[in-house]
């Protein structure tokens, strides 16, 4: 770290030169982590309904279904979708995902910053960022998530430069006798700075309006105001009551800017039915698991953090100790909130960790330092770490020149062969495919009609729980209740039930989902399968598909039915190419 290092080595050109390489290095390599750009299931939905809104407003009911039409829609992400609207219309996919580089390359700076204030040394700094880059590589992608991290991470600095230095003895606690007067130039520090907390009531506007992600924001921020107001009482007594007052003032004025949304209360009063129970069928709703390489990360970190906070030799933060433990615990439930912990895990604990380090070093009989060495295994290393440097960044650039999206993970064939056909009416697709169903087939145009989905990842946001249940029936079948969130009220468990209830006309299942293929093998009575290849299976009515005098009926030689591989990727958005008109006409008659 070169504000950390001793002047002989600034004047060290071959060491200076050493540091900036290895910082650059590391910088790089969590960029690379955090670059994740495989298209995301829901961000096709996401850059669809902000389009819709931007150009006729926001939807009061469910869009794109044929299940759930009336049904209110809550969407408590429309600001992250206009702004995913606009930069594929804008910097395209490619310059969305350098946005989304560079919001990870501030965050890793402002980790780096206030590391090195605190006299850190660059291999706590470096293996804390790398830490966090590496758990922040799973939530890090396209997603209105963003947005939330980003936001929270804007709120955590902002209340640590309001109570810089702010350091309450863990006596001051427990004896009240060693309450201490205010020092008069600290509290006029303090209270130049404590106003700029102002600036959470617009942040928390913005995140409200961005992702629902705000209500774990706001339950860690009135955690941590909480907490300096308890050591506010604690080491002032009555005196401390003004600053009392204040943040608490703060904390309502945030919960009541809130309210500042399309939906008002609403928002709320949805947010509190939905998560009340966590839905267990969406995996990132699971805890980590703990023998997982994909968990190993997150559990690396609590083990650093743990040991870091046992052995550290500077001053444990009481209220930074309590939300660490909060958000650990909620960790521990819900991988999806192992990215706040990381965030503050990169702001809080390098200097703990840096303690650790040193209790290490002075183990050790002897420290080798790299201006110690001969100046010809010094040009080796620094040759090898440009080389490596130059690797990652040719890695990373060509990880920011578009979203691919896998042809054996999406159903790129099979959305083509639809569109040739002309195939139209309403569709049963598996979740993860839907909202790319929804892109490709759901926008009327003066080619076809829409084609309307039964149910996709909006989730319960515009879809009633009987929907709910019947797709994962589908979908899953019985489980242990575990892994359902079922409705008391919906019939026993019936995975044809999605295959009637109001006349879907296909039916697009994954071939590598066992209960879907068996539910349909169940009801060849009524289905005939269309297309197949070794991922995707489409299956379309009797009634209108094998019939001869069916307008819509496809005869035997029009039905592509295989296991051809799906190999490679397409660039997002992966949409199918349309026919021209005429050939369209040809195709719609018997």
């Not at 950390?4 to 071959?14: C, G, K």
């Not at 869009?63 to 600001?79: C, D, I, K, Q, S």
């Not at 590598?512 to 399968?529: F, G, K, L, S, T």
């Amino acid at each position: 770290m070169i504000s950390t290092l001793p002047p002989t080595s600034r004047t060290d050109r071959l060491t200076a030169w050493w540091e900036w390489s290895l910082f650059a290095t590391v910088l790089l390599t969590c960029a690379l982590a955090m670059s994740f750009n495989l298209a995301d299931p829901d961000f096709w939905g996401h850059v669809q309904y902000g389009r819709d809104a931007l150009t006729d407003g926001l939807p009061a009911t469910a869009t794109y279904t044929y299940t759930a039409e009336g049904y209110p829609w809550v969407n408590h992400e429309n600001l992250a979708e206009y702004l995913m609207a606009w930069g594929v219309a804008g910097p395209g996919p490619g310059g969305m995902l350098v946005i989304k580089s560079l919001l990870g390359i501030g965050l890793l700076m402002l980790i780096y910053r206030r590391a090195a204030k605190q006299g850190v040394s660059a291999m706590a700094i470096y293996s804390s960022m790398l830490l966090v880059a590496v758990n922040l590589m799973p939530s890090w992608t396209l997603r209105p998530q963003l947005m939330t991290y980003v936001l929270f991470a804007l709120m955590i600095v902002l209340c640590d430069w309001c109570f810089a230095d702010w350091q309450t003895p863990w006596r001051a606690l427990l004896d009240r006798q060693a309450v201490e007067a205010p020092d008069a130039a600290m509290f006029a520090e303090y209270r130049r700075r404590w106003p700029w907390l102002l600036l959470l009531l617009p942040l928390f506007v913005i995140w409200t309006n961005a992702h629902g992600g705000f209500v774990a924001g706001f339950c860690i921020l009135a955690v941590y105001l909480g907490g300096r107001s308890v050591e506010a009482l604690a080491r002032w007594g009555r005196r401390g009551l003004p600053l009392v007052a204040w943040l608490a003032t703060v904390v309502l004025a945030c919960g009541l800017a809130t309210f500042v949304n399309p939906y008002g209360v609403g928002l709320h009063r949805w947010l509190f039915g939905a998560m009340h129970v966590p839905p267990p069928e969406i995996m990132e709703w699971h805890p980590p698991k703990l023998f997982s390489l994909a968990s190993s990360p997150w559990w690396i970190m609590l083990g650093v953090s743990l040991v870091a906070l046992s052995v550290t030799r500077r001053p444990r933060d009481l209220v930074q100790l309590t939300v660490l433990g909060v958000t650990m615990w909620q960790a521990c439930e819900y991988r999806r909130h192992i990215a706040f912990y990381a965030i503050l895990f990169g702001f809080w604990m390098p200097v703990h960790v840096d303690s650790w380090l040193r209790r290490l070093r002075r183990i050790r009989s002897r420290d080798v330092r790299f201006e110690r060495l001969s100046p010809r295994v010094r040009w080796a290393l620094l040759g090898t770490l440009l080389l490596g440097m130059g690797l990652v960044s040719w890695k990373l650039a060509s990880r920011l020149r578009q979203i691919p999206v896998p042809r054996d993970g999406y159903p790129v064939a099979a959305f083509q062969y639809i569109t040739d056909r002309n195939l139209q009416g309403n569709l049963v697709v598996k979740m993860k495919w839907a909202q790319y169903a929804v892109a490709a087939f759901g926008p009327a145009s003066t080619e076809r009609p829409p084609l309307r989905v039964a149910f996709d990842g909006r989730f319960d946001t515009c879809y009633p729980q009987e929907v709910l249940d019947m797709y994962f029936d589908f979908e899953i079948g019985q489980v242990p209740l575990t892994m359902r969130r079922r409705s008391p009220q919906s019939p026993p468990v019936d995975g044809g039930r999605i295959l009637t209830y109001r006349q879907p006309h296909l039916v697009l299942i994954d071939r590598r989902d066992p209960h879907p293929v068996q539910v349909m093998e169940q009801h060849r009575d009524r289905w005939i399968v269309l297309y197949q290849d070794a991922v995707a299976q489409l299956w379309g009515r009797r009634d209108v598909y094998d019939d001869p005098e069916h307008p819509q009926y496809l005869p035997q030689g029009a039905r592509t039915i295989g296991d051809a591989p799906q190999t490679g990727t397409v660039p997002w958005p992966a949409l199918p190419r349309r026919p021209p008109p005429l050939a369209l006409a040809g195709m719609a008659s018997p």
